[in-house]
């Protein structure tokens, strides 16, 4: 079974920074637009990001400016740099890789916790 691995979560001050990383297996990084979403308690899982193959980003409104997504193709791995965090931002942080002609996949998830 494909897997992505996250890492980089953790509890942090608001205002704080923390960077995401997740891999993912060659055969479905070179071909995916990867994202980034997150789930709160008791709300929807909703998109925050993501990355072209060739690099284009695109964020959802509420982020811009706060979070940057970025990829580096050498190591497979895909970025979420968080600043500027605020309680609100406390979820579960998913990535999602769409590959060209595979099933789409998800990470486990990796949990942030701002406090205030």
């Known amino acids: 079974q494909v897997q992505l691995v996250e890492s980089g979560g953790g509890l942090v001050q608001a205002g704080g920074s923390l960077r995401l990383s997740c891999v993912a297996p060659a055969m479905i990084f070179d071909t995916s637009t990867m994202a980034w979403w997150r789930q709160a308690p008791g709300k929807q899982r909703e998109w925050l990001a993501l990355?072209?193959?060739?690099?284009?980003?695109n964020y959802v409104e509420f982020v811009k400016g706060r979070f940057t997504i970025s990829r580096d193709n050498a190591k497979r791995t895909v970025y979420l740099q968080m600043n500027g965090l605020k309680s609100e931002d406390t979820a579960v942080y998913y990535c999602?890789?769409?590959?060209?002609?595979?099933?789409?996949?998800w990470g486990q998830g990796t949990q942030v916790t701002v406090s205030s």
């Open positions: 999602h890789a769409n590959p060209k002609s595979r099933v789409p996949v």
């Open positions: 990355i072209t193959i060739d690099g284009t980003p």
